[in-house]
């Protein structure tokens, strides 16, 4: 009978003499290492490059031919796209780009879906962390389903035309990062099940931010009351804190500080009951700094 990868890493695990705790340091949880060697979990090609490395074999030496021919099972695959969520949350392009490079060789991820969702975050790689955005903007647009916004449908299209949106407004493209974020919120609402609600929020933010921009600050506020809304009737926190601080932006630009200094108090409140206390620290500089340079009267 062939041995699984898991059954390969426990035994050169043993005959190193290296406990599931001293493999798993830096890279996963002890736990993990237990699920991989019973079989429970497949690791994703990343992980499987890490324990080997630590190991001292070659991946090819654990990878299961099997695997290779037929395929990978779906929690593979959930997990690499779950560290890659994880990355996106902290912002860790470096990390995205070995995860990207690492399972672009993987055959579950050469080609169809999977494949434009790797190349999804190669573009957010190629602007963020190499600073190349003429190139971030074509692999974006490679992921698309169709060159016609207007026939745009898949979830990945609403991802990636919010990134789009993002590379454009921080190039100073204001008009083309508002069709591509308001093209995904269009797309949302022809899908009836739609799975990651973060996403609504997510679009509902970074287009406020371009209206700000373009100085029509009063559909900003509108977009960020949508927002606000949206996370009292799915009890869901995310950009709650983000959406009243982008009103009090707004209502500060117009002149209207009390008002805006209110939403930024609102903000740093929301912000020290979620336990993010250096991001409120920054919020109550900024209305000190407003309440020192006397902008309020």
Known sequence: MDRTIGDKIKYIRKELNISQEALAKGICAQSEISRIENNKNYPSYYLLLQLSQRLGVDIKDLIDPEKEDKGYRKDYIYEVKNQLKNARRERDYKLIKQIVESELKVPAFKSGPNNLFLLWHKGMVLFHLDKDPEAAIETLKSCLSCENLNKL???????????????????????????????????????EVYKEKQIINKLFYNLSKVYTDLNDTEMSIKLCKKGISYCNSNEDMYLFADFHYQIGRNYIISNEQEIGIDYWHKAKHILEFQGKNKLAQIIKEEIDQYKNTKLLS
């Open 153 to 191: 449908y898949t979830e990945l299209d609403i991802n990636v035309l919010n990134s789009l949106g993002i590379i454009n407004r921080n190039l100073g493209d204001l008009l083309n990062a508002k069709k591509y974020l308001e093209t995904a919120i269009n797309i949302i609402k022809k899908i």
